[in-house]
T-cell receptor, first 113, second 114 residues
Framework: DTEVTQTPKHLVMGMTNKKSLKCEQH?????MYWYKQKAKKPPELMFV???????INESVPSRFSPECPNSSLLNLHLHALQPEDSALYLC????????????FGPGTRLTVT | DAKTTQPNSMESNEEEPVHLPCNHS???????IHWYRQLPSQGPEYVIH???SNVNNRMASLAIAEDRKSSTLILHRATLRDAAVYYC???????????????FGKGTKLTVNP
């Protein structure tokens, strides 16, 4: 099983809402990543977790709060987002931090109204 | 991060070979050349990587110039399913500082004509 799953596929939320994105993998990978991709732009790294600990935060605003409750699960909690945060949010995993191959999920398409 | 330069777009015909170029004139001696692609409405997927020698796998071949300042991803027989944005990315050696990140450039959008 080389699949990274993400739920929901689509999410529409208002600026005062709180929502969460979920990412799951069962490949035994110990590194997990969140990327943000605006329309017609390349993905940009947001957060990196290694062994359930936050390893990299690319100066992401605090309205995005990541969480890695166990080695298979990665969440991204969203609160008080802005319309410009509308994007495709991609999750990825790799065997270890710095492993060559990252496996990406299909993403969650987020629209902030 | 060392930068890469790729054409914005390329077109090919189905069942013909495709050569996707990437320039990386500021590559360091320890940087690996990675290629990912992103099909429409999907997340990126790993294609291939190499350091100095040419590499082949089931998806593609990677030809690396002798001075390592450029490389070419080769799809031997393009199919409609190969239509995607192809990203050429430089990364440090595995498990060393800087290798944690994938820094995507703008990539090349490949269109495959039937």
């Amino acid at each position: 099983d080389t699949e990274v799953t993400q739920t929901p596929k689509h999410l529409v939320m208002g600026m005062t809402n709180k929502k969460s994105l979920k990412c799951e993998q069962h490949m035994g990978h110990r590194a997990m990543y969140w990327y943000k991709q605006k329309a017609k732009k390349p993905p940009e790294l947001m957060f990196v977790y290694s062994y359930e600990k936050l390893s990299i935060n690319e100066s992401v605003p605090s309205r995005f709060s990541p969480e890695c409750p166990n080695s298979s699960l990665l969440n991204l909690h969203l609160h008080a987002l802005q319309p410009e945060d509308s994007a495709l949010y991609l999750c990825a995993s790799s065997h270890l931090l710095g492993s060559y191959e990252q496996y990406f999920g299909p993403g969650t398409r987020l629209t902030v109204t | 991060d060392a930068k890469t330069t790729q054409p914005n777009s390329m077109e090919s015909n189905e069942e013909e070979p495709v050569h996707l170029p990437c320039n990386h004139s500021t590559i360091s001696g320890t940087d690996y050349i990675h290629w990912y692609r992103q099909l429409p409405s999907q997340g990126p997927e790993y294609v291939i990587h190499g350091l100095t020698s040419n590499v082949n796998n089931r998806m593609a071949s990677l030809a690396i110039a002798e001075d390592r300042k450029s490389s070419t991803l080769i799809l031997h027989r393009a199919t409609l399913r190969d239509a995607a944005v192809y990203y050429c990315i430089l990364r440090g050696p595995a498990f060393q500082g800087g290798s944690e990140k994938l820094v995507f450039g703008k990539g090349t959008k490949l269109t495959v004509n039937p």
